[in-house]
C-alpha cells in the first residue's frame, strides 16, 4: 500500500497527490510515469511523475477527473493508500544539449509538461513555456510554471485568464520574435500536439510529443499502447512516452484513443449512478 | 492385479455447450473411487519409462502406488518431493509429450492417466491438509528472484527450504506470471496458484509486488547494494510478436496477451462490476495453434462471440497446442481453419476490423528441425469476415533485463544464454531460467530451471563461505 501525504485541488476537476513510494522516488527522471490501482477491482491506469523528492521518498501525481479510476482516486484524502503504485516506467525525456527550449502544455498536458520544462531550466537551459487552457477556472499550477521558466504564456480559449487563442498561435508570434528554439516540446490533447508537429516541420525545428494511449502493464506486455512512429510500430511504454512529433502517425494514435470510449462512459454512468444511489439511500 | 482395460478412466467434466458460457474449470477432476480404479492401471514398471519423460523426473508408479492404496497424503508427498507445483502441472502439462508418451500402457490402447492422477493427489491435499509447512532455520544468507512465474516460484521454494532469506520482485500486482495472467481460470483456477503462493509466503519467502527490476532498481543494485548473495531471473517472454500484415494496428486487434490480460488478470469478464473492459464482437478470428491461441479463443466464445475461428497456418496435427486443449476446444464449439494464413488485416472505414484477407497454404517438406515447411498458394487470397482479431503467433524475452544488465550475455533473439546444468548466465552471481532463456515453452521446463537454478545457487554460497 503507497500512503498518500498530502493532496491538493488545483482546479475542480484537477488534483495534485504526493505519494510515498520511496523504490520508485529513488530513480525517477523527468518524463517518466507509474500506474496505479486503486482498489482491488480496479483498472491500471498511467499517470506522469509530475515531481519527486528522493530524501522523503515521495512522488507527485496531478491529475485530471475524468472517469471512474480518475474520481475514485480523487477521493481519497491524506492518510489513505492507494493499492498498487508501480514505476517509474518509461524512457526519461532527453535534456542532454539543449540551451533553450519551448515547451507547450495544453490543459492537463501542463502537468506533465511542467516537471520537464523544471528539469530543463534546472540545467540551465533557457525556457519559454506556453500553457494552453479553455477558460480560467481550468488553469492549473500557474505558480511552478512560471517559476520553471523565463517567460510563461498563459493562453485561454475565450481570453477569460491571460491571452486569447490556442497555443499555436502564441508559438508563431515567438517564433517571429526571432527565438530559435534546440527544441519544442508539446504535451496535452492529440490534437494539439499534432498541429505544434505540423507547424514546426517545414521549419525543422525538433519536437517531441508525449504519448499517452491506453495502457495496462506498462511494461511492453501487452501491446495495447501500441502506436506509429516513422511507419514503425512502438510501445508507447517502453520505448515513450515521448517521440519525435514529425514522426508519430497522429491520425491512427487518435482513433486509438477511442476505443474504448462507449465501455468507458457506461462504467463511469454506472459507477456515478451507484455512488448516487449510496448517498441518497 | 492391474485393471487392463485399454481406456483411461474417463474424467467428469462439465458439458461443452455449458461451460462455453462460464469461467468455471472445465475438468472437475477424479472422484477417489475412480482415483483409485485409474491408479489400477499402472503396471508398476520397474524399469519406470514414464519417469524419463517428466523434466523434472516425479517419481511416478511411487506416488501412483500411494493412490492405489488409498494413502492420499502419501502420494502427495512423494509428488512434492521433486515437483513444487504438482496441483498445477497435473492441469497444464503437455502430458501427451511427456509422461504419457512414454507410458508402456500407450502401446496399445491409453496411457495411464498420469496428469489427472497428480491433480488428484494435490487437490485432495489442499481439501483436506491446512497445516503451514515447516518453516527452516535461516543460514543468514539473502537471494533474489526477478519474476515470480513458474520458474522464479519453484527457484524460491526450493532456496527458502534450505534455510534462504528469498526476496522475490514482480512487476505486476499480483504474483504468479502466466499462471495467473495468461491461462484462463476455466483451465486453472486461480485459487489453485494463490494457494501455492500463500504457502511459499508461510515459508518465509518475501513476494514485493509492483517492483519492476531494470526500471527501479536493478540487477547489478540487487547484488552490490542490497546485499543478495545471487539473483535468478525468471522474467519470462512476455514481449508479443506480431504478423506484420497491413492492418495490425487497427481497433480490435489485440494481442494475445493484451486480450488474455484484460480477462484474466483484470477480470473483464465481470466488466462493468470491475473497471477494465474487453471488446470482442460477434465473429473472432484468433490468429496461431498454440495453447495461447485456443486459450484466447475459447475466453472470446465464453464472453459472448457467436462464432470463434482459429486460423492456423498449418495444419491440425502440427498445432503446438496440448491435445486436450485442441478437443476442448472443438467440443466447445470452436472452428479450425487450418492451413489458411492472414495477409492483411482489413479496415470498416472507421478504424475498426471487418476482416482478413487470408491465403491457402499447402505443407511441404519436412525441415531440419522436423517441422513442415509451408507455402502460400498461389492466387488463393479470399477475404473472412470478423469484428475481432486476436494475434497468437508467439513472444520473446523482454528486453530491459537484457539492456539494464551489464555483462549478461544474450542470443539475438532475446533469450538469455546460460549454462544449462547450472543456470549460470555469462555474470557472476546470476542465474537464468524458465521462458526467460528458452523462449516461451512450458510451466514444468521452467520449474525445471528453477529448480536447477536453486541448486547451483545453494553451491556457489556454500563454496565461497568455504
Ligand atoms: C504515459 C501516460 C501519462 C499520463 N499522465 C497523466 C497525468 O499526469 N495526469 C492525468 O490526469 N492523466 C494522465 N494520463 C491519462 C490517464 O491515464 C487517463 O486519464 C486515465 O487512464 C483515465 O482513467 P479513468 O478510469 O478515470 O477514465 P476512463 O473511464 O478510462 O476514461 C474517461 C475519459 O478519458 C479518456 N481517456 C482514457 N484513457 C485515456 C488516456 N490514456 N489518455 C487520455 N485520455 C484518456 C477517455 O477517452 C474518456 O473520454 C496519462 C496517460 C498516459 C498513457
Ligand atoms: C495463454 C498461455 C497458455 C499457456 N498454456 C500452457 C499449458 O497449458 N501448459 C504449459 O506447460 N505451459 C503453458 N504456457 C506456457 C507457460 O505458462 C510458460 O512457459 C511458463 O509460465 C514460463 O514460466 P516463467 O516462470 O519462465 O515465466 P512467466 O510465467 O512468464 O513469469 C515471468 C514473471 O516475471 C515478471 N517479470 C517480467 N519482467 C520483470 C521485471 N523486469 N521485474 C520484475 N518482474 C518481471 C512477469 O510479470 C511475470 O510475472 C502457456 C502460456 C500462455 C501465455
Ligand atoms: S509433472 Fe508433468 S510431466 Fe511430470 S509427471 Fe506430472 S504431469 Fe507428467
Ligand atoms: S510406464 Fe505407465 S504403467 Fe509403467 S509405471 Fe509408468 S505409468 Fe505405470
Ligand atoms: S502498456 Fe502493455 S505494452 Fe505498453
Redesign the pocket.
Known amino acids: 500500500m503507497y500512503r498518500i501525504v498530502q493532496k491538493k485541488t488545483l482546479n475542480p476537476q484537477?488534483k495534485l497527490m504526493t505519494v510515498e513510494a520511496p523504490a520508485i522516488a529513488k530513480k525517477a527522471r523527468p518524463g517518466q510515469?507509474i500506474i496505479l490501482r486503486v482498489h482491488d477491482e480496479g483498472?491500471r491506469?498511467?499517470?506522469?511523475?509530475?515531481g519527486f523528492d528522493r530524501a522523503a521518498g515521495t512522488i507527485t501525481?496531478?491529475?485530471?477527473?475524468?472517469?471512474?479510476?480518475?474520481?475514485?482516486?480523487g477521493q481519497l484524502e491524506e492518510g489513505d493508500s492507494i493499492l498498487d503504485f508501480v514505476g517509474p516506467?518509461?524512457i526519461p525525456s532527453h535534456t542532454e544539449g539543449i540551451r533553450k527550449a519551448c515547451v507547450i502544455g495544453g490543459g492537463?498536458g501542463t502537468?506533465?509538461a511542467w516537471p520537464q520544462a523544471k528539469a530543463l531550466h534546472d540545467l540551465g537551459a533557457e525556457v519559454h513555456m506556453i500553457c494552453g487552457f479553455r477558460n480560467k477556472d481550468l488553469v492549473i499550477l500557474e505558480d511552478e510554471v512560471r517559476a520553471a521558466s523565463d517567460r510563461t504564456i498563459i493562453t485561454t480559449d475565450d481570453g477569460s485568464n491571460g491571452v486569447k487563442g490556442f497555443v499555436t498561435d502564441q508559438l508563431k508570434a515567438l517564433l517571429a520574435e526571432g527565438n530559435e528554439y534546440d527544441v519544442v516540446i508539446a504535451i496535452g490533447?492529440?490534437v494539439m500536439m499534432k498541429f505544434v508537429s505540423q507547424m514546426t516541420k517545414p521549419l525543422g525545428i525538433r519536437t517531441i510529443v508525449?504519448?499517452?494511449?491506453?495502457?495496462i502493464d506498462?511494461t511492453g506486455m501487452c501491446g495495447g499502447?501500441r502506436v506509429t512512429v516513422g511507419g514503425k510500430t512502438k510501445f508507447?511504454?517502453v520505448d515513450?512516452?515521448d517521440f519525435d512529433g514529425h514522426e508519430v502517425d497522429f491520425d491512427e494514435a487518435i482513433r486509438r484513443?477511442?476505443m474504448?470510449?462507449d465501455?468507458?462512459?457506461q462504467?463511469?454512468e454506472m459507477h456515478q449512478c451507484r455512488m448516487g444511489g449510496l448517498s441518497n439511500g | 492385479m492391474a485393471d487392463m482395460s485399454l481406456k483411461k478412466y474417463p474424467i467428469p467434466e462439465q458439458d461443452p455447450n455449458q461451460r462455453n458460457k462460464n469461467f468455471a474449470e472445465v475438468s472437475l477432476g477424479y472422484t477417489e473411487e475412480l482415483a483409485r480404479k485409474e491408479s489400477a492401471r499402472c503396471l508398476q514398471c520397474k524399469n519406470k519409462p514414464c519417469v524419463a519423460g517428466c523434466p523434472v523426473q516425479v517419481d511416478i508408479p511411487g506416488f501412483i502406488a500411494k493412490i492405489g492404496q488409498g494413502d492420499f497424503e502419501a502420494a502427495y508427498d512423494v509428488l512434492k518431493s521433486t515437483n513444487t507445483l504438482p496441483a498445477v502441472c497435473g492441469r497444464v502439462c503437455p502430458q501427451e509429450t511427456q509422461c504419457e508418451e512414454r507410458c508402456v500402457r500407450a502401446i496399445k490402447g491409453q496411457s495411464v492417466g498420469i496428469g489427472r492422477l497428480e491433480r488428484f493427489a494435490a487437490d485432495r491435499h489442499m481439501e483436506k491438509v491446512c497445516e503451514a509447512p515447516l518453516r527452516p532455520s535461516p543460514n543468514g544468507k539473502k537471494v533474489a528472484v526477478v519474476g515470480s512465474g513458474p520458474a522464479g516460484l519453484t527457484c524460491a521454494g526450493d532456496l527458502a527450504a534450505m534455510g534462504y532469506a528469498v526476496t522475490v520482485y514482480e512487476a505486476f500486482h499480483v504474483a504468479g506470471g502466466v499462471l495467473m495472467y495468461g491461462i484462463p481460470e476455466f483451465r486453472l483456477p486461480k485459487a489453485i496458484v494463490q494457494k501455492e503462493i500463500d504457502d511459499l509466503r508461510k515459508l518465509g519467502v518475501e513476494i514485493l509486488t509492483n517492483r519492476v527490476v531494470g526500471r527501479a532498481e536493478t540487477i547489478d543494485e540487487l547484488l552490490d547494494e542490497e546485499g543478495y548473495s545471487a539473483v535468478f531471473v525468471g522474467t519470462g517472454a512476455g514481449l508479443p510478436s506480431f504478423m506484420n500484415v497491413p492492418g495490425e494496428n487497427l481497433n480490435s486487434v489485440y494481442t494475445a496477451n493484451e486480450f488474455l490480460t484484460r480477462i484474466n488478470l483484470m477480470k473483464a469478464y465481470k466488466w462493468p462490476e470491475c473497471?477494465t473492459p474487453v471488446r470482442i464482437g460477434k465473429r473472432v478470428a484468433v490468429v496461431g495453434g498454440g495453447n495461447v491461441a485456443m486459450d484466447a479463443a475459447r475466453s472470446a466464445k465464453r464472453l459472448g462471440a457467436e462464432e470463434v475461428s482459429i486460423v492456423y497456418r498449418r495444419s491440425e496435427e502440427e498445432m503446438p497446442a496440448r491435445l486436450e486443449e485442441v478437443h476442448h476446444a472443438k467440443e466447445e464449439g470452436i472452428r479450425l481453419v487450418t492451413l489458411t494464413n492472414p495477409t492483411a488485416i482489413l479496415d470498416d472505414g472507421k478504424g475498426w476490423v471487418r476482416g482478413m484477407t487470408v491465403v491457402d497454404m499447402e505443407l511441404g517438406e519436412v525441415d531440419a528441425k522436423g517441422r513442415r515447411s509451408t507455402h502460400a498458394i498461389p492466387g488463393s487470397e479470399h477475404d473472412l469476415a470478423f469484428e475481432t482479431v486476436v494475434i497468437a503467433i508467439g513472444q520473446s524475452p523482454n528486453p530491459l533485463i537484457r539492456q539494464t544488465t551489464p555483462g549478461l550475455s544474450t542470443q539475438r533473439w532475446g533469450g538469455i544464454i546460460v549454462d544449462e546444468s547450472t543456470g549460470a548466465t555469462s555474470k557472476p552471481r546470476v542465474y537464468a531460467g524458465g521462458d526467460a532463456v528458452t523462449g516461451a515453452a512450458t510451466v514444468i521446463l521452467a520449474m525445471g530451471a528453477g529448480k536447477i537454478a536453486a541448486k547451483s545457487i545453494d553451491e556457489l554460497v556454500r563454496s565461497s563461505e568455504a
Open positions: 484537477v510515469f483498472e491506469i498511467p499517470l506522469t511523475i509530475a501525481i496531478v491529475f485530471q477527473e475524468v472517469g471512474r479510476t480518475t474520481r475514485a482516486l516506467l518509461g492537463l502537468a506533465i490533447p492529440l508525449s504519448l499517452n494511449p491506453v495502457m506498462g499502447c508507447a511504454c515513450g512516452p484513443s477511442s474504448y470510449r465501455e468507458e462512459k462504467s463511469d | 473497471d
